[in-house]
């Protein structure tokens, strides 16, 4: 909407810029923070796996030995 000059134009977007780039901020941030939390509970999961399978092997050798 144009009401004569400049300055007077609303859009439906008239916040501050600084509002816009806190809300990219924080936007970014928290993709960030879910990857890396997602790249974390891959890599802990990998190592219980490996555990669990190192476990079974000992117990399968175990049972061999008696």
């Avoid at 399978?53 to 030995?65: D, G, L």
């Amino acid at each position: 909407l144009y009401l004569g000059n400049k300055q007077n134009v609303v859009t439906g977007m008239d916040c501050h810029f600084s509002v816009w780039g806190v809300l990219a901020f924080l936007s970014l941030s928290l993709l960030v923070s879910v990857t890396l939390n997602i790249v974390h509970c891959m890599k802990k999961k990998q190592a219980m796996m490996a555990i669990t399978q190192k476990i079974i092997q000992f117990m399968a050798i175990s049972i061999k030995i008696f």
